[in-house]
């Protein structure tokens, strides 16, 4: 813990912050059911621009952000679930990379994301019921679970992604192709 932060009672305080010259900035109640996700995780605001209701506080998906950004900082949320994959194609032969970006219409989501072939078996799984924020990217090298480079040929990429508050499943397929 660092010295000189205030901590916070586990059941529920009267927040309040002031400019310097002790003008009222913002004030609200904090209460413990805000938080109901793994123990020693940090609440975040999910939009500073937003009032500071209960809807807009999450849970951190990093555990804390102090002085940076929070994790789960949403300007707007999309309507649907976007996955995208660049580049495309790219060769594990060249020790080349692929990106998967995605953005998603919750705030918090449990994520998996799999790589399958054309006969539809399982080759990858690269995250599985992560909590994610509403965007973010996925680095995929080429390669198997068995950690052997792939051949060269299309893969059907499928994310499945589970509102951490309303439980709503989304799910969006694409496919990537492996070259030489």
């Known amino acids: 813990m660092v010295k000189g932060l205030v901590s916070l009672s586990n059941s529920g305080e009267q927040l309040a912050l002031f400019d310097n010259c002790h003008n009222l900035i913002e004030s609200f109640f904090f209460s413990p059911e805000w ?33 940076t950004e929070n994790s789960i900082f949403v300007e707007v ?13 790219f060769s594990p032969y060249r020790n080349e990379y692929t990106i998967f970006s995605f953005k998603l219409p919750q705030v918090i989501s449990r994520v998996t994301l799999r790589i399958f072939d054309l006969k539809g078996r399982m080759l990858r799984k690269l995250v599985n019921q992560q909590l994610q924020a509403s965007t973010g990217n996925i680095v995929w090298d080429g390669k198997g679970d068995n950690g052997k480079k792939l051949p060269v040929g299309v893969y059907v990429v499928l994310m499945e992604a589970t509102s951490y508050e309303t439980e709503k499943v989304y799910n969006k397929k694409i496919t990537v192709v492996i070259g030489k």
Do not use: F, H, Q, Y
């Open 35 to 67: 938080n109901d996700a793994i123990p020693g995780t940090s609440i975040e605001r999910i939009n500073s621009n937003l009032p500071a209701t209960e809807n807009n506080w999450g849970p951190s998906v990093e555990m804390c952000t102090p002085g």
């Open 77 to 89: 949320l999309p309507s649907n679930m976007k996955l995208s994959v660049d580049p495309n194609p």
